[in-house]
T-cell receptor
Framework: EDQVTQSPEALRLQEGESSSLNCSYT??????LFWYRQDPGKGPEFLFT???AGEEKEKERLKATLTKKESFLHITAPKPEDSATYLC????????????FGKGTRLSVIA | DSGVTQTPKHLITATGQRVTLRCSPR?????VYWYQQSLDQGLQFLIQ???????AKGNILERFSAQQFPDLHSELNLSSLELGDSALYFC????????????FGQGTRLTVV
């Protein structure tokens, strides 16, 4: 069974204090690993897709990396507006299958 | 704006009742997914439709059903509602080929009283 575990559950950072969120996964052949941002009461907002080990993607203060067993979301010099829950999901290679999500990391950035 | 539209945004109903949630996918997307998100729970996959046909089923209760219409919009029907069905229900859509990421709507918050 495909599984995603995210850590930590919650993270509190001072503005400008860089850190990383972890996503460990087991999947029967990875088609893609996805990162989303979710604000309270809102729908998840797509951030990145990673397809193979060694791949990296960047967007503003966020950088996602992928290995064969886990992915990291690095947040550099975060700002209060980066506060949100960050969700990781995997999709198996057997085409058009649904995304399996982790429970997320709730990030709070304090000014 | 993801391009996925869900209605209604909020729904309050009594136990035992039946409701219908509606989703319009992004233009051109053939796949529609329904997810449930309860307090302190992750996104739980319910069901997927592709071009009108059921493609995958997750932890969907027998009291719940869905369909995708020829114009590709989808409806999730929840019946014999219980207090525990109170949750956020999200619809997402994706294209068949190329990028496989799913884009989510803003959700319907269902409260069963």
């Amino acid at each position: 069974e495909d599984q995603v575990t995210q850590s930590p559950e919650a993270l509190r950072l001072q503005e400008g204090e860089s850190s990383s969120l972890n996503c460990s996964y087991t999947v029967s052949g990875l088609r893609g690993l996805f990162w989303y941002r979710q604000d309270p009461g809102k729908g998840p907002e797509f951030l990145f897709t990673l397809y193979s080990a060694g791949e990296e993607k960047e967007k503003e203060r966020l950088k996602a990396t992928l290995t064969k067993k886990e992915s990291f979301l690095h947040i550099t010099a975060p700002k209060p507006e980066d506060s949100a829950t960050y969700l990781c999901a995997v999709q198996a290679r057997s085409g058009n299958t649904p995304l399996v999500f982790g429970k997320g990391t709730r990030l709070s950035v304090i000014a | 704006d993801s391009g996925v539209t869900q209605t209604p945004k909020h729904l309050i109903t009594a136990t035992g009742q039946r409701v219908t949630l509606r989703c319009s996918p992004r233009s051109g997307d053939l796949s529609v997914y329904w997810y449930q998100q309860s307090l302190d729970q992750g996104l739980q996959f319910l069901i997927q439709y592709y071009n009108g046909e059921e493609r995958a089923k997750g932890n969907i209760l027998e009291r719940f059903s869905a369909q995708q219409f020829p114009d590709l919009h989808s409806e999730l029907n929840l019946s014999s509602l219980e207090l525990g069905d109170s949750a956020l229900y999200f619809c997402a859509s994706s294209a068949q080929t190329g990028n496989t990421e799913a884009f989510f709507g803003q959700g319907t918050r269902l409260t069963v009283v």
